[in-house]
């Protein structure tokens, strides 16, 4: 175990405390007011300056983000509403849409509504207001590391229609500053389902501001929408002020992997703390060959969202009328390792932004 500059072995880490929580660890309990009462949470605590919450009653998402007492993560006034509250039809998801580190889209439809095959689907999915059951922490010391790791089954199925299973295990140790998020999807069903996920990680005020730079791995940046195409790409990677009635402007970027496959996406802010400060996205390119970015810098709405995804951004009719739609066979499983963490000073930053080519 590695701790604030120092190396422990777990029988060095045991003379010391009575419990490893002390250091760091997991907190289970349950909201109790407003719209989310009753959701239940779990808080990982790293000790050494990352802490974020885990809500198995929203798909295993996570909410609150800080490093070092400083918000990570934007949050929207709805905080973590509890799934009963869901609007399923049209923009209605953006009702119990709580933005925070992690919001997943999908499994089987992302973005815009639209009606599919006489389905009619709402806004980014039922994934993120769908509660997780055979919930477990299996948080214990392996070798001299402890670590932290939460699991949770998700299930996205209807009868006479698609049956998809989410396994998700949320990961990090004592002394980390990052965490790993590990999926693996699966086709339960006996037909072919459409897989389409999208994560939504969503960086807030203060470590999004006018100073701050978005760095990609990327080999090309597309415009998808009309607020984008407008405004262009000169500023697609920097921030200004809070405006009033801002457009929100969505960029695509297609990302290239480094030697072992994996695309990089880090916001970066170098007026914070000690030389800077940055959220960071490292993930699969062969499975998330795309990264969309949500521009808003609207007053009381302002966020940039890193959203890795496995297809373009667009409603799963037009997915599926250009030929795009990506679908798992009966019984195919797909899995998803996603790394979130932060970078913490000039040197940390300087050498992500050398891996990710910038």
């Known amino acids: 175990m590695r701790l604030h500059g120092r190396n422990y072995t777990r029988n060095e880490v045991l003379r010391y405390v009575g419990h ?162 590990r999926d693996r999807i699966t086709n339960f069903g006996a037909l072919p389902s459409p897989f389409t996920i999208l994560y939504h990680v969503n960086v807030g005020f203060p470590l999004l501001g006018p100073q701050a730079e978005l760095l990609v791995s990327r080999t090309s940046t597309v415009p998808n929408n009309d607020a984008a195409r407008q405004a262009g790409l000169d500023r697609v990677t920097r921030f200004e002020e809070p405006q009033p009635g801002f457009a929100e402007q969505v960029y695509l970027h297609r990302v290239i992997g480094d030697a072992q496959g994996h695309a990089r996406a880090a916001c970066v802010n170098r007026s914070l703390g000690h030389g800077g400060l940055g959220l960071y996205v490292k993930f699969p390119v062969a499975v998330l060959p795309v990264m969309t970015e949500w521009k808003m810098m609207g007053a009381g709405d302002y966020v940039l969202g890193m959203e890795p995804c496995n297809v373009d951004l667009m409603s799963r009719a037009e997915m599926r009328q250009r030929g795009l739609l990506p679908m798992l066979a009966p019984g195919q499983s797909m899995e998803i390792d996603m790394e979130i963490g932060v970078l913490d000073g000039a040197d940390a930053i300087e050498t992500f932004a050398r891996q990710a080519g910038m």
């Open 20 to 181: 490893p929580s002390q250091l760091g660890g997991t907190r289970h309990y349950e909201l109790s007011d407003g719209a989310a009462r009753g959701v239940r949470a779990v808080d990982l605590d790293t000790g050494s300056g990352l802490r974020f919450t885990v809500l198995p009653d929203r798909g295993m998402d996570i909410s609150a983000a800080t490093y070092r007492g400083m918000n990570l993560a934007f949050r929207t006034p709805n905080w973590e509403s509890a799934p009963a509250f869901a609007e399923r039809e049209g923009v209605g998801w953006l009702r119990t849409f709580f933005g925070g580190l992690l919001t997943t889209c999908g499994l089987t439809s992302f973005g815009p509504p639209c009606e599919d095959e006489g389905e009619r689907l709402g806004l980014h999915g039922r994934y993120s207001c769908t509660p997780a059951r055979q919930v477990c922490d299996t948080s214990g010391w392996r070798d001299d590391e402890y670590e932290l790791s939460v699991r949770g089954v998700v299930e996205d199925c209807v009868i006479f229609g698609h049956k998809m299973r989410m396994e998700r295990t949320v990961e990090t140790y004592v002394g980390a500053d990052h965490l790993v998020l």
